[in-house]
C-alpha cells in the first residue's frame, strides 16, 4: 500500500505540473534510438529518406518520448518522471499502459515542455497482490511556440504487496 492514502492521492487529481524542460530532439539521439529499437529505416537518419516520405524533417521514432524519463530533462525539484509524490513503494511498482497520440511528427530540432496531469487515481483487489493501486497520468508536450504536438498517457500501478515467482504470496 503506498505511503499516502487513496483519498490523498485523489486529492492530486486534475493537478498539472511541468516534468519536461528542455526536451531537445536531437538528430544523433534519434538515429541512437533507432539503433536501439532496431528499426533501420532511413527517415530517422536521412532528411532527403524523410521527406521523400512525406516528412516536413527527420522524424523521432514514436516512442522516443521514453527518453523524457531521463532525470537531465526533469525540472530542478522534480524527482520523478510523474511529478507526483503518491507514496508508491518503487520495489512494487508496475507500468500499466501507454499510449501516444500526435498531432504531427516530433522532429529533430524540436524542443518540448511537457506537462503532467494526475488524471484518476482508483484501488482494486488483486487476486495474489492484494490491493492495487493505480494512478492515471496524462502529458501534454507544446514546442518552444506553444504548439500541442503530443498526448502521452499512462497507467502506474502498486501492488499492495510482492508477488512470490512460486506463486506465493511473497511477504515478507
Known amino acids: 500500500m503506498p505511503t499516502k492514502s487513496l483519498d490523498e492521492i485523489q486529492a492530486l487529481v486534475g493537478e498539472t505540473r511541468t516534468t519536461v524542460e528542455d526536451f531537445e530532439i536531437e538528430r544523433g539521439k534519434v538515429a541512437e534510438f533507432a539503433r536501439a529499437i532496431r528499426d533501420p529505416a532511413d527517415i530517422y537518419l536521412d ?83 492484494g490491493t492495487i493501486t493505480f494512478a492515471e497520468f496524462r502529458t501534454d508536450y507544446e514546442t518552444e511556440s506553444g504548439e500541442h504536438v503530443l498526448t502521452a498517457r499512462a497507467t502506474s500501478l502498486e501492488t499492495g504487496r510482492a508477488i512470490a515467482d512460486d506463486g506465493g504470496d511473497g511477504d515478507e
Open 47 to 129: 532528411e532527403d529518406a524523410a521527406r521523400e516520405a512525406g516528412y516536413d524533417g527527420i522524424p523521432a521514432p514514436p516512442t522516443f518520448e521514453r527518453t523524457t524519463e531521463f532525470p537531465r530533462y526533469r525540472p530542478e525539484g522534480v524527482d520523478d518522471h510523474t511529478g507526483f509524490d503518491l507514496g508508491f513503494d518503487p520495489r512494487r511498482i508496475i507500468h500499466g499502459e501507454q499510449a501516444f497520440e500526435f498531432e504531427r511528427p516530433l522532429y529533430v530540432g524540436d524542443v518540448l515542455t511537457g506537462r503532467t496531469t494526475l488524471e484518476d487515481a482508483y484501488e482494486r483487489e488483486g487476486q495474489r497482490g
